[in-house]
């Protein structure tokens, strides 16, 4: 989604589909809410929000999620709005020499 004011971008919101396996059904993910510094606090996130949250009841989503940073300020911003932090839930990642060592123990397997 793209937010303009004159013809020009200000903001986007770029977001892909998921399928919870717990919900039978599709959600949205949230990737990454951008707005021009100079813009923020005109509400144009809070309407790229709720024009993502139209699209996925629309679509029939289960729900809209995102990850933020535990500095990011932004938290306020998506707590007003209703979203909760999901304490339950731990985010891992894998990445650089690690990946691909683990690629490598797939590769090693089929030989």
């Known amino acids: 989604l793209i937010a303009e004011r ?11 589909p998921t ?4 919900e039978g059904r ?8 951008f707005v021009l510094e ?8 809070y309407r790229l ?3 993502l949250a139209a699209l996925a009841v629309e679509r029939g989503c289960a729900r809209l999620e995102l990850s933020v940073l ?4 932004a938290r306020k911003f998506y707590y007003r709005l209703g979203l909760t932090h999901q ?11 690690a990946l691909s060592d683990l690629a ?8």
């Open 6 to 16: 004159e013809d020009k971008p200000i903001g986007f919101a770029l977001f892909f």
């Open 19 to 22: 399928y919870s396996t717990w």
């Open 26 to 33: 599709s959600g949205i993910h949230l990737e990454d809410l």
């Open 38 to 45: 100079e813009e923020r606090g005109n509400n144009v996130g």
């Open 49 to 51: 929000m709720t024009a």
């Open 70 to 73: 535990h500095w990011n300020p």
């Open 87 to 97: 304490e339950e839930w731990l985010p891992y990642r894998i990445s650089g020499k």
């Open 104 to 111: 490598e123990r797939e590769v090693s397997t089929q030989a």
